[in-house]
């Protein structure tokens, strides 16, 4: 009875899930629906696009219809998985799908809208299916548009009150005409003569772009005829606009009569040609310059005025030409003037200055030369000043030159020019005529310009120039000679830059010997605990007779070779770092005394050590530089790399905690190379040390003594020469280094028999599977589980079912389970 009870609440619940659910599972489509265009004007034909939006829909839909009242459907574009059928108003589409995951679903067609008289209003109907057959319809409202103008007419051919050719049987005829709305359907031209309007013609125009054409025949026109007309043309909703006038004809053309230039003259691109046209009939003509058949350019002339005018001559290259001028009235009708000869010249003359330099100074008498060329011919070349500088004031003066050719090209070129006639002045102020003075004679005087800021002056001794100077006009010169002892007539001479000079009248002077040597040294760093070479040069005119050179209150050892004197300043590390001097006393053969006191300051020494691995070397054989750098005071340096120079190049390795390596290839010559490490200080001086690397080529030993080598002393090394190179040994040259000594005698112990064993048979390892890499189960599932649920009717079905079932049961009384009967001993038991 209970089994009973359960069953028919089952069924009670599965009912009712089902009554609850039903509603969703065959509700009808409600996607969204949207179509554009939404207006049209009437005869229009467009593209309509209709988008069915079904994201998140009550169910797929698997049919489309939609009837336009109004158009007629003239097209539908087919698309994969669809099928459709279209016919006057209507269209469908069916076997399809849309589902509820799709938005934007895009349908396209073609529609034409009906004529109408007013503007109307179509009530579009789309019918959406789904699955269960349910249907649901949307109406969009597209407006037909009434077009009740008519189209724009402009631009026509022939225009009311203008002129045609006569005899012509192809004239043009056109219009141009504009129907935003609806577009132009169709035009004619109709045409008469205006004396005769009962006897009307027309022709069709052929409407393409917005221009209406055709060609007539007008053969039976002559001129003084009049012809009315009327262009009539037809939109596609039927309406209409025109355009009246009417055109005379014309059969004269008109005569052209040359002026300028004559025959064989020249031109160029600003050449002016000037001519006068007529006509019977035009007010203005268009007017072309023809150069050897070819049209250059073209402007408007006024019908009996004379034409002055400067054509576009720019594509036009020199030489000669034949050139006409051909005039064109408004129906077309043309004449062409004489034909002339012209010279294009379009290159301007050439301006040179030859001498003197532009912006330079001259003096007085100087021609300005000056030549002027063209390729053609020159007309005129015009000065604006003299060429003779003596007719020129002093001072700035610019010179314009002016030249004009045949062809009117004109060329105009300035020249600067600084006219200086007035010689510079001299004012000796020491030394006096007739009197004595050192080998060191100074000189002092006085020098004036009127234009020239500098002077170049030159001293002469016995008229020999002993000095030339650029001297400064705003300063007092003051000139030191050293002069061999003698007697002397001496003088000084001065030049501007106009060339004027100025000579002094000259003076006598007795040279001899009053002072002691000249010492030149200059000493500006000196680093400590490095030996520092110096040298000093010292000169005197009578002879050096004795040098004493002091450091440190002792006096240096030097040497001399001709006027240099060398010595080494030494010092330690007890030296302070400040400013010392270095005494330099020299006498001359006379017993003149001179000393100098050279200062320099005591910087921070370095102490480098540099090493060669190996050295000797064979060529191409790498080489290891390595050293250490420290201060003086066994502090570290404050640069951070060193520089090498190597046999082939120059490089920078760094100083890492006072020691530096660098390795390359040794020379592939022999001979010896010297390396230097240095490091610039930051008063800019150069710390250094150096060392020799010797390049040997290798020494090839041979057995028996049969073959020499040279040794690095000139001596031949060989096996048997009594003694054992580096490169020999006991194997070798057992003569020169002995025989090797007997090897060990090694016992050999008893081979024992191997132990064998019962072979272990190995279980095979098991293949592991390929570690690909895997999604993890249920990751990214969820979200898509869930929203399959929530959005598809039948999943609810399913998951309310079995709530509803998991209810029911809940309820059901379970039976209790009997024990299971122990079969051991069972029958003993009974008895």
């Known amino acids: 009875m209970r089994e009973k009870e359960v ?132 109406t969009i409202s597209v407006e037909i548009k009434n077009d009740n103008t008519g189209p724009l007419l402009s631009n026509s051919i022939p225009e009311d009150g203008s002129f045609l050719r006569t005899n012509m049987i192809d004239q043009e005829i056109s219009i141009h005409a504009e129907d935003p709305e609806t577009g132009i359907n169709t035009a004619r031209f109709d045409y008469w003569n205006c004396n005769d309007i009962n006897n009307t013609d027309y022709i069709v125009l052929n409407c393409q772009n917005n221009t209406c054409s055709n060609q007539l025949d007008l053969l039976d026109y002559e001129e003084g005829d009049l012809m009315c007309f009327e262009f009539i043309v037809h939109n596609y909703a039927l309406e209409s606009s025109s355009l009246t006038g009417s055109v005379g ?20 691109t600003n050449t002016i040609f000037s001519f006068n046209a007529t006509d019977n009939l035009a007010p203005e003509l268009t007017c072309s310059l023809i150069i050897d058949d070819e049209v250059i350019d073209s402007v408007a002339a006024n019908n009996g005025e004379l034409t002055t005018t400067t054509y576009n001559m720019e594509n036009v290259s020199e030489g000669n030409y034949l050139w006409k001028i051909t005039c064109t009235d408004f129906v077309g009708l043309s004449a062409d003037s004489e034909t002339r000869n012209i010279i294009i010249d379009k290159t301007p003359p050439e301006i040179t200055l030859n001498s003197p330099e532009n912006n330079s100074t001259i003096g007085d008498n100087v021609i300005i030369d000056i030549d002027v060329i063209d390729n053609y011919g020159l007309y005129a070349v015009n000065y604006s000043d003299s060429l ?119 003076r ?43 450091f440190d209150s002792s006096s ?102 006072g020691t530096f390596e660098y390795t390359f290839d040794a020379p592939d010559q022999e001979g010896e190379y010297t390396i230097t490490a240095t490091i610039i200080s930051s008063e800019g001086f150069e710390h250094q040390a150096s060392s020799i690397l010797q390049v040997e080529l290798p020494i090839v030993a041979s057995g028996q003594g049969s073959s020499h080598n040279p040794g690095p002393s000139g001596t031949t090394i060989y096996c048997g020469d009594n003694l054992c190179q580096t490169f020999e040994d006991c194997e070798d040259c057992p003569q020169d280094c002995g025989e090797c000594p007997p090897e060990p005698v090694v016992e050999e112990e008893p081979v024992q028999e191997p132990i064998t064993e019962e072979p272990v ?70 008895r």
């Open 556 to 657: 240096l050892t030097t040497t001399n070779n001709g006027d240099t004197y060398s010595g080494t300043i030494q010092t330690n590390i007890n030296h302070s770092l400040e400013e010392y001097t270095l005494t330099i006393t020299a006498d001359d053969t006379l017993a003149n005394s001179n000393t100098l006191y050279d200062r320099f300051t005591l910087i921070q020494g370095y102490i480098i050590n540099l090493q060669l691995t190996p050295s000797p070397a064979e060529p191409g054989q790498q080489i290891i530089v390595s050293g250490t750098a420290v201060l003086d005071d066994n502090g570290q340096v404050p640069e951070d790399s060193i520089t090498l120079e190597l046999p082939d190049q120059t490089v920078d390795t760094s100083i890492d905690n």
């Open 388 to 506: 003779n500088s003596s007719e020129l004031p002093e001072g700035t003066n610019i010179i314009t030159v002016t030249a004009v050719d045949w062809a009117g090209n004109t060329a105009e070129t300035e020249f600067t020019f600084i006219v200086d006639k007035t010689p510079p002045e001299i004012a000796i102020i020491t030394p006096p005529d007739n009197t004595s003075s050192d080998v060191h004679v100074n000189l002092v005087f006085d020098i004036f310009d009127n234009l020239d800021n500098e002077l170049d002056c030159t001293i002469f001794a016995n008229d020999n120039p002993e000095t030339t100077q650029l001297l400064d006009t705003a300063q007092i010169a003051n000139i030191i000679l050293i002069l061999p002892m003698d007697n002397y007539e001496w003088y000084i001479q001065c030049q501007d830059n106009a060339q004027n000079s100025v000579t002094t009248i000259p």
């Open 7 to 138: 069953g028919v609440l089952i069924i009670k619940a599965f009912i009712l899930v089902v009554i609850v659910i039903t509603p969703f599972v065959y509700a009808a489509p409600n996607a969204e629906v949207n179509l554009t265009p939404i207006d049209i004007y009437e005869t229009n034909e467009k593209f309509f696009n209709l988008t069915i939006n079904n994201l998140f829909g009550n169910e797929p839909i698997k049919e489309i219809r939609v009837s336009m009242p109004g158009f007629e459907i003239t097209n539908a574009v087919d698309f994969l998985g669809w099928d459709n059928t279209f016919s006057d108003s209507s269209i469908r589409w069916y076997n399809g799908n849309i589902e509820t995951n799709i938005f934007g679903a895009l349908f396209l067609y073609n529609a034409k809208a009906d004529f109408v008289t007013n503007d109307t209003t179509s009530a579009v109907e789309i019918t959406t299916e789904g699955d269960a057959l349910e249907e649901t319809t949307y």
């Open 761 to 830: 048979e190995e279980e095979p390892q098991q293949e592991l599977p390929s570690a690909e890499p895997r999604t993890p189960a249920g990751i990214g599932g969820a979200s898509s589980w869930f929203k399959d649920i929530a959005f598809n009717p039948w999943s609810w079905t399913a998951v309310l079912t079995i709530i509803t079932g998991l209810y029911t049961l809940s309820f059901v009384k379970t039976r209790p389970i009997k024990p299971k009967l122990n079969w051991d001993n069972y029958f003993e038991k009974r």
């Open 249 to 268: 004809f014309d059969g004269t053309p008109p005569s052209v009569t040359l002026i300028a230039p004559e025959n064989n003259e020249y031109g160029s």
């Open 508 to 550: 006598n002077l007795n040279v001899t010997d009053l002072t002691g040597p000249d010492i030149i040294s200059d000493i500006i760093y000196v680093a400590r605990t490095e030996d520092y070479l110096f040298d000093a040069t010292i000169t005197d005119i009578s002879g050096i007779d004795n040098v004493n050179i002091i």
